[in-house]
């Protein structure tokens, strides 16, 4: 394919012979109309290769606000490992409703944490508020040095 440079042909014209003088309206849209026809197939072929980013998909499973919860303070250890399960449903704006831990390991040890944690998450708002959601969390202790 072959494009027109505006520059190369404005020279073409402005060498054009005098007889155009004596027609200098009819010489001046011919020549504006080159220029635009130049301009236009250089702008086209630089973006002919551009192309428009899609965003990431959101899983509508996985919350949009997130607080992690913080280690029990009066554990007096670091070193537990745990998993707490909540069993929920979300409101229409995407808040958790009426969170209530349905597994625990080490039984109570990270409820009061998770729960303190939970009703802070927020998820994209959803239709369904009468199915039942589940999250889990999960502890990994590290050991005292």
């Known amino acids: 394919q072959q494009t027109l440079d505006p520059v190369a042909t404005l ?4 060498s054009a012979p005098a007889s ?3 027609e200098p309206r009819r010489y001046a849209a011919g020549l504006s109309a080159i220029f635009i026809l130049a301009l236009a197939a250089s702008v086209s072929s630089a973006n002919a290769v551009a192309s428009v980013p ?4 959101h899983n509508p499973e996985d919350p949009i606000v997130a607080i992690t919860p913080m280690y029990p303070s009066d554990a007096g250890s670091s070193t537990v490992n745990g998993r707490v399960v909540v069993q929920f449903t979300l409101d229409k704006d995407g808040s958790p409703v009426n969170p209530r831990i349905v ?7 990270f409820d009061e944490v998770v729960l303190q944690a939970f009703r802070k998450y927020r998820w994209l ?16 202790g590290e050991p005292d040095a």
Do not use: H, M, N
């Not at 597994?103 to 040890?109: D, I, K, N, T, W």
């Not at 708002?125 to 990994?140: C, S, Y």
């Open 11 to 14: 020279a073409i014209a402005k």
């Open 20 to 22: 155009i003088a004596a």
């Open 54 to 57: 899609t965003a990431p998909q």
């Open 103 to 109: 597994e625990s390991f080490p039984r109570g040890y």
């Open 125 to 140: 708002p959803d239709l369904d508020t009468e199915k039942v959601r589940q999250f889990t969390f999960t502890f990994a």
